[in-house]
């Protein structure tokens, strides 16, 4: 009777609720440019986080926000950026939420199909 009782406790406990959610990881995204405004998403409720955006040439500006219950945020700069703009933003919360934005430049276009190749070099003619 024990060794059942174990087996179903030990099932219980390891086996995870099919409808109990599975933890969802801190992101974030551009909401605008100018001026510069981050939102984040899945953070910790009521969590304080701090924002930090890292442009080119060390340039790095602080900002600290409180997500909301639903451990989303928005976290306005005081930046005005062009689309041309090649910046990072990192966040970290005080509960240890932490999420990364990496920003490309949007005025690169971006080619179609398979990268150009180099040009063909003709064969050498033997010489006699």
Do not use: I, W
Not at 17 to 30: F, I, T, V, Y
Not at 37 to 62: I, M, N, S, W
Not at 77 to 91: I, K, M, N, Q, T
Request: positive net charge.
């Amino acid at each position: 009777m024990r060794v059942a009782v174990a087996v179903v406790l030990t099932l219980v406990l390891t086996v995870p609720a099919a409808g109990a959610p599975s933890p969802r990881r801190a992101s974030l995204q551009l909401e605008s440019l100018a001026p510069l405004v981050v939102g984040g998403k899945h953070f910790g409720a009521r969590e304080p986080v701090l924002v930090t955006y890292f442009g080119p040439d060390q340039a790095r500006q602080v900002v600290g926000v409180r997500a909301k219950r639903n451990g989303e945020f928005s976290a306005p700069f005081e930046r005005r950026l062009d689309r041309c703009a090649v910046f990072s933003v990192r966040a970290a919360g005080l509960r240890g939420s932490r999420a990364v934005l990496q920003v490309e430049p949007a005025c690169q276009r971006k080619r179609k199909g398979p990268p150009k190749r180099a040009p063909a070099v003709p064969p050498e003619q033997p010489q006699d």
